[in-house]
């Protein structure tokens, strides 16, 4: 490895009202290497680095950029000079074209006299679309009509169009197809083998110590260590990110179903488009039923016709031996619904925490479900914020202010909370850290053992197999296969149904 520093941070701080975002953090990355950055959600790996990109200001500290003092006044100030990134959200204008996103206030550079030579603009920006290895994406077509992976894929064309010196590939990784991982990964070893830096952050261990030459470990806004490569271990970076040992097995560790025979929720001839094609199931008082499929088997849909979001074309459903037919039903029937899309289904953003809690709660601490006692809703909302441990300054804060996994908790306690005896659980741990997940994983055990059940839909073949007693996998709307909880069962055994 080279030793010219190319990033250098040194004593930052930042604060958002009255979250220490980031607490004297320094760290530095090198010409040719991949350093990635991991730590639990709100950790501060996106807000330090995304400083150094120009996005926002420190309260606190120094930069430094190849050796000279470094203020980039924005993300394009600093694109110019040499630092990318690709942020965690979404980067790009919708309805603009494509190559205007890339060329976004760069626009004077295409002038021909008072006109934007705009054939100009569109063949620069094909190239770099072509350079990264996504010509698929035509320069000319309208950002919105893009599906996430090629919106996120014209970001990076963009960014290396500049042919930065630094990038930085903030949580981009796990939302993306083989294809698009490809092509950043593809990018990432281009800058090493070229001499330059990535900075590269991911929630995925395995992801991360694959790729990256050292990893710097952030804990509450904290630098906790940096590990070398010879040193990288995955038990010993888990306990750093989180400062206490994972005890046990991060799934369940038994193999014995406590399912009785009482059916809960069954489903029979379900068709729906070509999303669900006369599908049957059963789900029992004490069981974990996994969903497993490819994304677009009808695994999600399934999900949320069970739960009365969506309404069958034909075939019916029934819960407690009832028929649901909407979504006050099932929760009546003691129901709940975790959806994939969290943000726009699961909860609601522009609301606080205790709100979003408390609306699926009202029977416990409602008088006749309109009457809200505010101390028992307090004292209601408390215990979930406690239980999960939800990251945040009290329960009125707004949801929109928190980090992807507390999020997704505060969406897990609005029905565990409320003592659901059914829940349907679509992709729960997405883009959640490992602490939350192991605390999500021990409270799905703890309900199974409480006689409750779980129809867990996940895209995460280890997941599925650690915590499922029956695991059904789906391919085009139907079930494919009906596996039972073994430890011989292996990711491969299942992925043959899938495909
Ligand atoms: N714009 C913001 N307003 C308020 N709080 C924020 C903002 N951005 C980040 N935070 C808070 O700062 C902390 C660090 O966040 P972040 O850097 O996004 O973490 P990470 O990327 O490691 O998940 C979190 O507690 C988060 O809620
Ligand atoms: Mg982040």
Request: glycine share 8%; charged share 30%; net charge negative.
């Amino acid at each position: 490895m080279n030793k010219t520093k190319t990033v250098e941070i040194k004593h930052m701080s930042k604060r958002f009202g009255p979250t220490v975002a980031l607490n004297d953090v320094s760290f530095e990355a090198y010409r040719g290497e991949i350093l990635g950055l991991i730590g639990e959600n709100g950790s501060g790996k996106s807000t330090s680095t995304s400083i150094f990109a120009g996005m926002q200001a420190a309260d606190e500290g120094e930069m430094f950029f190849l050796g000279e003092a470094w203020a980039p006044k924005s993300m394009t100030d600093a694109l110019k000079q040499g630092v990318g990134m690709i942020v965690q959200e979404s980067g790009t204008v919708a309805g603009i074209t494509v190559a205007e996103n890339i060329f976004l206030g760069e626009t004077k550079e295409f002038m021909r006299g008072p006109f934007v030579d705009r054939k100009r603009m569109f063949a620069e920006a094909q190239k770099a679309l072509d350079q990264i290895g996504a010509g698929h994406i035509r320069a000319e077509m309208v950002t919105a009509a893009l599906d996430f992976q090629d919106r996120k894929l014209s970001e990076i064309a963009k960014v290396m169009a500049q042919n930065p010196t630094v990038l930085v590939v903030d949580e981009t990784t796990t939302a993306l197809s083989q294809m698009g991982r490809d092509i950043i990964y593809g990018i990432m070893n281009r800058m090493k083998e070229e001499d330059k830096t990535v900075i590269f952050i991911s929630h995925d261990l395995d992801e991360i110590m694959e790729k990256c030459d050292r990893l710097t470990v952030l804990r509450d806004g904290q630098i906790i260590r940096t590990f070398t490569k010879e040193e990288f271990d995955a038990d010993q970076i888990r306990t750093s990110m989180i400062g206490r040992e994972l005890s046990g097995s991060f799934y369940r560790n038994d193999f014995d179903s406590v399912a009785g025979e009482e059916v809960v929720l069954e489903a029979d001839d379900l068709c729906l488009g070509n999303q669900l094609d006369h599908l049957s199931l059963k789900l029992h008082a004490g069981e974990i039923l996994g969903i497993g499929g490819l994304s677009h088997c009808g695994m999600h849909t399934l999900g949320k016709v069970l739960f009365a979001a969506e309404m069958p074309e034909a075939g019916t459903f029934t819960v407690h031996g009832k028929t649901i037919r909407n979504e006050a039903e099932a929760m009546r029937e003691s129901m709940g619904y975790v959806a994939k899309d969290r943000d726009v289904e699961s909860l609601c953003v522009d609301a606080s925490i205790k709100d979003n809690i408390s609306v699926a709660g009202l029977d416990k601490f409602a008088v006749k479900n309109f009457l809200i006692l505010p101390s028992k809703e307090k004292k209601y909302v408390d215990a979930q914020v406690e239980a999960l441990r939800i990251k945040c300054r009290d329960a009125d804060q707004y949801v929109s202010a928190l980090s992807g996994g507390n999020k997704q908790k505060v969406a897990f306690s609005k029905w565990t909370g409320r003592d659901s005896e059914i829940l349907i659980l679509d992709c729960p741990t997405r883009g959640v850290d490992i602490g939350v997940k192991q605390a999500m994983y021990q409270l799905m055990d703890q309900m199974r053992k409480e006689g409750k059940s779980i129809l867990l839909i996940s895209e995460e073949m280890a997941e599925l197999i650690g915590m499922s007693d029956r695991l059904l996998v789906m391919k085009d709307g139907k079930v494919q296969k009906e596996l039972l909880r073994s430890p011989a069962l292996s990711e491969a055994d299942v992925i043959t149904y899938m495909i």
